[in-house]
């Protein structure tokens, strides 16, 4: 295995500088609540409050602001389930071309509205049945756009991990990081920022317990994939972890942890009533590994991502019991 990953500590600082003014630097929370139920100094990225509602606009400005000019002309493509779908609509707005985003049938109603509110053409598939890379690339290719994957792309993760080094930046030393894990381009991303400016500090990942594909990787040391999940966390639905992602992550990434849904919905009440934060079940993992003591051994000072917060009013109802 090579000594040198595929992204850096400077690779995350440059994105920093191309999204600076174009992406919201969010604000970090705390809460003596919180941190009493965790029983640890909390500090939490607050990444619902980026634009599109969500950290996935970082990699995808950064990844598209890096485009060819003749590349930017001809527009972009990316497949998603909803927040990389908006990331890459509005980051084609922002930079003057068109996107044409592959999403599955079942995608929330509120991700779908937002990602052609961008101006995006959104054309479906079924996410239990069908390959969504393959049809992503086949769509790009017939139709002469450049494609933006939602996370194994090296743009990506460096502008991903914008998020970490910004919490860092505020919080100051950190004894761990704790993130959301899907395909794994936030975690990466975040370990790269993370260990590059702090090489003690322990970096987590949360999965949902009906998708823990990077947990069971790491454990084999290899990719593994898993069952289609389903899961209330729709954004971390995947089956088997990125190549490049995962090439960063056995490195870098310390452990996984898993939740259930359940314990995702009280993270969600927890941030509605007491946080007065609307938070979608994706982002609201990490806050349940907290609230529900999944992280062993968890240390004094903690830096948590909360990855976002679209969801709909009905949706979120729905999930809560209301």
Same mark, same amino acid.
């Given at each position: ?19 600076? %003014? ?16 965790? &029983? ?5 990225? /607050?990444?619902?409050? #980026? ?18 000019? +003749? ?8 497949y998603s389930s909803g927040n990389h779908a908006q990331a890459v609509a509005l980051a084609a707005r922002e930079l003057g071309t068109r ?19 961008? =101006?995006?053409?959104? $054309?479906?598939? @079924?996410?239990?049945? =069908? ?27 460096? =502008? ?11 919080? &100051?030393?950190? !004894?761990?990081?704790?993130?959301? $894990?899907? +395909?794994? =381009? ?7 920022? %993370? ?13 949902? #317990?009906?998708? !823990? @594909? ?9 990719? $593994? ?13 995947? !089956?088997?972890? &990125? ?13 996984? /942890? ?24 994706? +982002? ?27 969801? !709909? ?10």
């Amino acid at each position: 295995m090579s000594d040198t990953l595929p992204v850096t500590l400077d690779d995350v600082r440059d994105a920093a500088r191309r999204i600076e %003014g174009v992406a919201h630097r969010t604000p970090v929370l705390r809460s003596r609540t919180l941190d009493a139920l965790a &029983g640890a100094e909390v500090h939490v990225k /607050c990444e619902n409050f #980026q634009r599109i509602g969500a950290f996935k606009f970082r990699g995808a400005y950064h990844a598209a602001s890096r485009l060819s000019a +003749g590349e930017l002309a001809r527009g972009i493509a990316a497949y998603s389930s909803g927040n990389h779908a908006q990331a890459v609509a509005l980051a084609a707005r922002e930079l003057g071309t068109r996107a044409v985003i592959l999403m599955p049938e079942d995608t929330p109603r509120s991700k779908r509205e937002a990602t052609e509110g961008y =101006g995006a053409e959104v $054309v479906t598939y @079924d996410r239990y049945t =069908g390959d969504r890379v393959a049809l992503g690339r086949a769509l790009a290719e017939e139709r002469g756009l450049a494609l933006i994957p939602p996370y194994e792309h090296p743009h990506v993760i460096a =502008g991903q991990g914008t998020a970490a080094l910004e919490l860092i930046e505020e919080a &100051g030393e950190l !004894d761990a990081l704790i993130v959301p $894990v899907g +395909g794994g =381009g936030l975690i990466a991303g975040s370990a790269t920022a %993370g260990k590059g400016l702090l090489p003690g500090l322990r970096v987590v990942g949360v999965e949902p #317990q009906a998708g !823990d @594909d990077t947990r069971r990787s790491l454990g084999a040391g290899r990719r $593994v994939s898993v069952p289609v999940p389903r899961t209330i966390a729709d954004g971390l639905a995947a !089956d088997t972890p &990125g190549e490049l992602t995962f090439s960063i992550n056995r490195r870098l990434v310390d452990g996984i /942890c898993v939740v259930s849904d359940d314990e995702i919905r009280e993270a969600m009440r927890f941030a509605f009533e007491r946080l007065k934060m609307v938070v979608e079940p994706s +982002g609201a993992c990490t806050l349940a590994a907290l609230l529900a003591r999944r992280v062993e051994n968890l240390p004094r000072r903690v830096g948590v991502i909360v990855s976002g917060g679209n969801i !709909d009013t009905a949706r979120f109802a729905e999930i809560l019991g209301g």
